[in-house]
């Protein structure tokens, strides 16, 4: 990693390494089945939230607080690592139910996106979502990422269900001629 994660704001939100004392606030919306339908952890109790929390401060499975300026208040976390590839990171979202619908998780993916392009020097930035997941694949395309496929049955859910997977990408080269860039 060029440069690493600490802090990034936008006109609405910090984004920060995830944080111990995150936990409460996190197990609000990571306890809500609607939330985390289409997350592979599912439903995480209080003890869950910590796991995830030890398990995402590394550069490989960082997870990142989203923080509303305004209120301080911690409303979602996004997924932001390096994936196995080189000079690729994959971005992912969660959002609590009653910030939902607000663009922060446009918002908070614009950003890392940013940073990924840019003190990172990465050449793609890749994200995934099951077909259904409508509002997730929409964050993806107003981020001018391109779907490139469609996993059919690719990810095991458990108990004999498989997942259908929706995989967007956006390369440097196209990031930069957006204008983002």
Not at 23 to 46: I, K, N, Q
Not at 56 to 73: D, F, I, L, Y
């Amino acid at each position: 990693m060029a440069a690493p994660f600490t802090r990034l704001q936008t006109p609405r939100l910090d984004l920060r390494p995830l944080e111990g004392a995150d936990g409460p606030a996190m197990h609000r919306y990571l306890s809500d089945a609607e939330v985390t339908r289409w997350l592979p952890e599912g439903v995480l109790d209080e003890a869950g939230v910590q796991v995830f929390i030890r398990a995402h401060k590394r550069p490989s499975a960082m997870a990142v607080a989203v923080v509303e300026r305004e209120t301080g208040q911690l409303v979602g976390h996004m997924n932001f690592h390096r994936w196995f590839q080189p000079a690729t990171h994959e971005v992912g979202w969660t959002i609590a139910p009653d910030r939902q619908g607000r663009g922060y998780a446009t918002e908070a993916a614009a950003a890392l996106i940013a940073f990924a392009f840019g003190p990172l020097a990465c050449h793609r930035v890749i994200a995934t979502c099951q077909p259904q997941n409508t509002a997730s694949w929409r964050v993806m395309e107003k981020l001018g990422m391109r779907r490139e496929a469609h996993f059919r049955q690719a990810l095991h859910r458990g108990g004999g269900v498989w997942w259908d997977e929706y995989f967007y990408a956006l390369l440097a080269e196209e990031y930069a001629s957006s204008g983002q860039g």
